[in-house]
């Protein structure tokens, strides 16, 4: 007699978003439905048939994750030939199985399964359960609930699939990206309002590669891939290798994870820089730091070599205070989100000056991101900030656009 199953079972296996727990799920369902013994999914691949997913009633030391039998010898490759009939309710009565080696090697006396078929029309493998002991009370109802579970499983594997295969795309174009040095560097000028000249520049990485993706993203993905570091480094390289191009009172900005510095890869980077006092290390306030006495330990080399700390993005979260105190920034950028309409907006102005007021207090300077009117600057002028960026005063650019800045006088 089969087990009775409740159809909110099938919505919570929806609701799992893990898809292997999604999966397994099924098999548990469908082999209690069915009183088996031994329920699997399995795949062919290299001429063998693997056990990928398997839900046992017992321990089953041969059916288990990840063995394999050749897959001329099984029942799934005969299934999926059409050689073999899917029900098959005493294995030793029927002319093909009761002769097959893998019948009595995993004592299989009943059988029901079905192929698994991708949608591209491929063969993924079988969804398959079986009793060690025949069963006469298997039926084509039985095979229409195998079929119907089959289904949801083949929507998942499919899905996976795809997904295994997009991001071996990803981390193919990562690569290449990598092997071929393939970031081109854009400076974004940063004046000063006590000199009205430009005092630094902060460096971006462009990728003008197919498909097109914001920075972030490749950044982001690579990491996925434990390719982060790889093309973090690359860009900082590509960065000091352009260095000799600016005058020596200008300093350039390096965006960086704060991972990379406790890793040791940013001081890996400036190993053979010396005087590293016209280079800033920006971390942003959205990067997240586990142990802050570690991360000082990193920095003190570097900051001996006269490198300064720069904190990102203040004023768009919390988090950025704590960075503040905790890493004895240098320098605090204040985000778009708040020096935008600053003169207009006096919540905005008030939040500004208490950071500003607090700054100073620390000793820390301040440079006001996103600028994009003059009267945003006059009023940053009241608020003592010390330098300024933004699209008003020169968009991100490639180096020798950028380096026209450095004759510019802020009217």
């Given amino acids: 007699m089969h087990v009775n199953f409740s159809e909110n079972l099938l919505l919570d296996i929806e609701a799992e978003t893990d898809l292997n727990i999604r999966l397994t799920r099924l098999l548990a369902l469908i082999r209690k439905h069915l009183d088996m013994d031994v329920a699997f999914i399995s795949e062919f691949k290299d001429s063998k048939r693997i056990f990928k997913l398997v839900d ?6 041969i059916v288990k994750v990840g063995n394999f039998d050749p897959i001329n010898e099984t029942y799934c490759n005969k299934l999926a030939n059409n050689e073999l009939d899917n029900i098959i309710p005493d294995t030793s009565k029927n002319s093909i199985t009761r002769d097959m080696p893998v ?9 029901i ?3 698994i078929t991708l949608s591209n029309g491929d063969i993924y493998g079988t969804f398959c359960c079986y009793n060690e002991q025949k069963d006469d009370t298997l039926n084509k109802r039985d095979l229409a609930f195998l079929n119907l579970i089959s289904d949801l499983a083949s929507q998942l594997i499919d899905t996976q699939i795809q997904d295994n295969e997009a991001k071996q795309i990803i981390k193919s174009n990562v690569l290449n990206i990598i092997n071929t040095n393939n970031i081109e560097i854009y400076y974004q000028p940063i004046y000063s309002l006590n000199t009205n000249k430009v005092s630094g520049y902060e460096s971006l990485s462009r990728f003008f590669v197919e498909p097109y993706r914001t920075p972030n993203i490749w950044f982001d993905e690579a990491a996925q891939f434990g390719l982060g570091e790889a093309l973090e480094m690359l860009a900082i390289n590509n960065v000091l290798g352009n260095m000799s191009h600016f005058n020596k009172e200008v300093y350039v900005s390096i965006n960086t994870s704060p991972e990379h510095i406790l890793s040791g890869a940013v001081a890996n980077a400036l190993a053979a820089i010396s005087d590293c006092s016209n280079i800033v290390l920006e971390v ?28 990102d993005d203040v004023g768009a ?25 600053i003169n207009s907006d006096r919540r905005k102005y008030l939040l500004a000056k208490a950071l500003c007021g607090f700054a100073k207090d620390i000793g820390c300077n301040i440079i006001a991101e996103g600028i994009e009117t003059l009267e945003e600057i006059n009023t940053l002028r ?10 008003y005063l020169g968009r991100p650019q490639a180096l020798c656009d950028a380096l026209v800045h450095q004759k510019l006088v802020l009217s």
């Fill in 103 to 111: 019948t009595k090697k995993l004592n299989i006396g009943a059988y």
């Fill in 382 to 391: 009241k608020l003592n900030v010390d330098k300024v960026q933004g699209y």
């Fill in 56 to 61: 046992t009633k017992r321990p089953n030391e």
């Fill in 317 to 341: 979260g919390y988090s950025s205070f704590q960075h503040i105190l905790e890493l004895q920034a240098d320098i605090i950028k204040l985000d778009i989100s708040l020096t935008r309409n």
């Fill in 113 to 115: 399964g079905v192929p």
């Fill in 284 to 311: 942003t306030e959205h990067s997240p730091i586990a142990n802050y006495n570690e991360m000082l330990t990193a920095l003190a080399p570097l900051r001996k070599k006269g490198i300064r700390l720069a904190i």
